[in-house]
């Protein structure tokens, strides 16, 4: 079974404090993908990295994809009360018959005024 | 607004009750996912379809669940039997495969409760 580790779970932190949350698999995947999600909606696409190294900058969000293609972080800079959600992360396998995302259990963001 | 779009938002039925849930994909992707979120994880994958075929279930679908797509736009989803346990979010995501990249673009999301 394919697993995404999320961590941390929860992180409550005050508005301008930097973050980076770690999602890491033993499995490689082609590539990965990190959504944010608020309550009782769908999960937004962030960004899409493919290859292993890859660093995507969005603003203040920066996405790392491991070397191996088996980690990705996500690291905030100065964080803003905006940014508060649920981020997550997924795998995908381009090169197969089927594209269904594996999840990562998500992080739960907090951020403070 | 061209997005995905889900139908109802929100349900609640009682235990035992049949329930089936709409998704309307972007015009023109032709791969079509549902997956299941229950409070305080990541979306799990249920099934997906590639046009009208149906090409991949997970063992998370029981036979209570079925999935349509008869003419390779919008899709149903539909539970039998409602168990407590069906309570979740179920999410419909439609994509468009260009070689080896897809995007995957979701919908709000139907919140099912099972009373």
């Known amino acids: 079974t394919q697993l995404l580790e999320q961590s941390p779970q929860f992180l409550s932190i005050q508005e301008g404090e930097n973050l980076t949350v770690y999602c890491n698999s033993s499995s490689v995947f082609s590539s990965l993908q990190w959504y944010r999600q608020e309550p009782g909606e769908g999960p937004v696409l962030l960004v899409t990295v493919v290859t292993g190294g890859e660093v995507k900058k969005l603003k203040r969000l920066t996405f790392q994809f491991g070397d191996a293609r088996k980690d990705s972080s996500l690291h905030i800079t100065a964080a803003q009360t905006g940014d508060t959600g649920l981020y997550l992360c997924?795998?995908?396998?381009?090169?197969?018959?089927?594209?269904?995302?594996?999840f990562g259990q998500g992080t739960t963001l907090q951020v403070k005024p | 607004d061209t997005g995905v779009s889900q139908d109802p938002r929100h349900k609640i039925t009682k235990r035992g009750q049949n329930v089936t849930f709409r998704c309307d994909p972007i015009s023109e992707h032709n791969r079509l996912y549902w997956y299941r979120q229950t409070l305080g994880q990541g979306p799990e994958f249920l099934t997906y379809f590639q046009n009208e075929a149906q090409l991949e279930k997970s063992r998370l679908l029981s036979d209570r669940f079925s999935a349509e797509r008869p003419k390779g736009s919008f899709s149903t989803l539909e539970i039998q039997r409602t168990e407590q346990g069906d309570s979740a979010m179920y999410l419909c995501?439609?994509?468009?495969?260009?070689?080896?990249?897809?995007?995957?673009?979701f919908g709000p999301g139907t919140r099912l409760l099972v009373l």
């Open positions: 997924a795998g995908g396998h381009g090169s197969g018959n089927t594209g269904k995302l594996i």
């Open positions: 995501a439609s994509s468009l495969r260009q070689g080896r990249l897809e995007t995957q673009y």
